[in-house]
């Protein structure tokens, strides 16, 4: 790991960020004036997207955690990369004589393992979540439904992208979205409708909720899976 990591140590990564980030407490002074902007909870980013109430959201794309933070896990590949990098260079000009070693060069074929960003974790979850409805009883017993009412009160809570956990909870806590658990196929079918939801918030196309099982439990009728 090189000095440049923005995870090598808490140290290290504040003062990596320092120029691009400061806690929600700390006030802006002068010397702020190069950095990026926050954009105010409950307002639009300059992008004019939607932010929801409960986070913050930097021009960059990057989501800070509650103590103010970069979030990995609710920030995109994309955008992680782009303050890495940022970051790794302004430690290389600030410190020309410190050694640094060279971050090897991926190809797709090489993928490094790295934690998860929002979108990785985000697939994997998925998976999860739709290999359990997948696995659910076609007739669920009282115990098993409150088992699984259990588990996803807790999932909304526990999930580590937290602005995503938050608006997850917040859909699944409104009345008409409350899981329905009686069956699989009700189950499987409000999981789907969860996922939509994402869908939608991420402006992406929405899923034929008619096809869940054939995506998730049985494979696809043409064969493909088999
Ligand atoms: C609870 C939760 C909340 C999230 N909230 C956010 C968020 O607020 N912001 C953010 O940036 N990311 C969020 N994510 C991550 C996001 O949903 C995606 O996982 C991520 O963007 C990667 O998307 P993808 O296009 O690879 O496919 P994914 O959306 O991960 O889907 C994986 C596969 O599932 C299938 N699929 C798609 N839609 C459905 C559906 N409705 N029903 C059944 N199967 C389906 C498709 O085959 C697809 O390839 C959240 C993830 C979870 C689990």
Redesign the pocket.
């Known amino acids: 790991m090189t000095d440049s990591h923005p995870d090598a140590t808490d140290t290290a990564q504040k003062k990596l960020f320092a120029h691009q980030f400061q806690t929600p407490a700390a006030p802006a002074t002068a010397s702020s004036s190069t950095q990026s902007p926050k954009v105010p909870v409950n307002e639009k980013s300059t992008t004019g997207e939607h932010i929801?109430p409960g986070y913050t959201k930097l021009p960059n794309g990057v989501i800070l955690d509650r103590e103010g933070k970069p979030c990995r896990l609710?920030?995109?590949a994309a955008s992680w990369r782009a303050i890495t990098q940022k970051a790794k260079a302004q430690s290389q000009t600030q410190a020309p004589n410190t050694t640094m070693k060279q971050a090897p060069t991926n190809t797709p074929a090489q993928k490094p393992e790295c934690p998860p960003d929002?979108?990785?974790?985000?697939?994997?979850?998925?998976?999860?979540?739709?290999s359990l409805t997948a696995a659910y009883p076609a007739q669920a017993t009282a115990a098993q439904q409150t088992e699984m009412r259990t588990f996803l009160g807790l999932?909304?809570r526990l999930?580590p992208?937290w602005?995503?956990?938050?608006?997850?909870r917040a859909w699944m806590g409104t009345p008409q979205n409350e899981p329905r658990l009686a069956t699989r196929q009700e189950f499987?079918d409000w999981?789907?409708?969860?996922?939509?939801?994402?869908?939608r918030?991420?402006g992406?196309?929405?899923?034929d909720?008619r096809?869940?099982e054939e995506?998730?439990r049985t494979g696809w009728k043409d064969g493909r899976c088999d």
Do not use: I
């Open positions: 929801p609710c920030t995109s929002v979108e990785e974790l985000g697939r994997s979850t998925w998976t999860l979540l739709h999932f909304s999930y992208c602005v995503c956990a938050g608006d997850f499987g999981m789907c409708q969860a996922h939509n939801e994402v869908n918030k991420l992406k196309k929405e899923f909720c096809l869940w995506r998730w």
